[in-house]
């Protein structure tokens, strides 16, 4: 008995061991960002006290609790909680951003292999590319006339070029010894595309794919504020707006800005999941 007890004793100072040295490892990570985050809101706080124009950040906990602890109400029509409103924003990117990255990266390829089709394409694309978000939403009701698709169509013309001009640049950027090798194999078509294309292109196709599922995320917010009652957490805003309720616009710029972060986490984590160091 007694030698039992010991051996419990050795395994929770064992396990108690692990979570504190995991906990001081941690802990430089967590610490800097959390004391910049404290004394952002220390200093909102004093600005909205002394004059400032924007509720601080206590009284926007206290205007919008009720959406802050149910996140998940359903009231039916555009009347939802903000996790439904980002799950709807979402849900237009992810068909939106798959379907950029599928043309992205074909038309991308295609330029970067063959020389005539990006000079034909090259100055129509830079044009396209430097054309605002907004700017595409009166093209894109005019031209399809619903809101729903119309909001699709700004996030995928928003996140394409990104794609489409990284992977362009990584496939003419395949160093010269590999293709040479490539013909000295006498390697097919398929096989050169992937065990040479395909591999060497994927830095830059993943630095076009994490920047274009930022400006995706962009895009639908601006795409739904001008779009009226669809779902979603640029609508939400909007409507907010309107409504003069300024702490829910705040409570809302705060769900866009995680969601952004996780996101790009999300990107760099897929990355080095299958570009490993």
Do not use: C
């Amino acid at each position: 008995m007694t030698t039992v007890t010991a051996k419990h004793r050795s395994n929770n100072n064992g396990s108690e061991n692990l979570i504190l040295a995991f906990i001081n490892k941690q802990i430089p990570e967590i610490l800097p960002p959390l004391i910049a985050i404290v004394a952002f809101l220390v200093v909102w706080q004093i600005f909205s006290l002394t004059g400032g124009t924007l509720p601080g950040p206590i009284q926007v906990v206290q205007d919008t609790w009720e959406l802050i602890i149910y996140p998940f109400y359903d009231r039916g029509g555009i009347d939802k909680g903000l996790f439904w409103q980002v799950f709807a924003s979402l849900q237009r990117v992810a068909i939106s951003y798959t379907l950029a990255a599928v043309v992205g990266i074909g038309l991308g390829i295609l330029i970067g292999v063959n020389t005539t089709m990006s000079k034909a394409l090259d100055p129509l694309f830079q044009l396209l590319r430097t054309v605002p978000p907004l700017a595409w939403v009166p093209i894109s009701l005019a031209a399809l006339r619903q809101n729903e698709p119309a909001a699709l169509f700004v996030i995928f013309i928003t996140s394409l070029w990104p794609i489409l001009i990284n992977t362009a640049v990584g496939v003419k950027e395949i160093p010269v010894d590999y293709n040479n090798v490539a013909k000295v194999l006498q390697l097919s078509q398929k096989e050169y595309f992937f065990n040479v294309l395909i591999p060497a292109a994927l830095p830059y196709i993943f630095t076009g794919l994490r920047i274009s599922i930022g400006l995706a995320w962009l895009a639908i917010i601006a795409a739904e504020i001008v779009m009226s009652g669809i779902v979603g957490i640029g609508f939400f805003i909007w409507d907010a707006y309107q409504a003069n309720k300024v702490s829910e616009v705040i409570l809302a710029l705060v769900y866009i800005g995680v969601v952004g972060l996780l996101l790009d986490k999300f990107m760099a984590w897929l990355q080095t999941r299958i570009l490993p160091e």
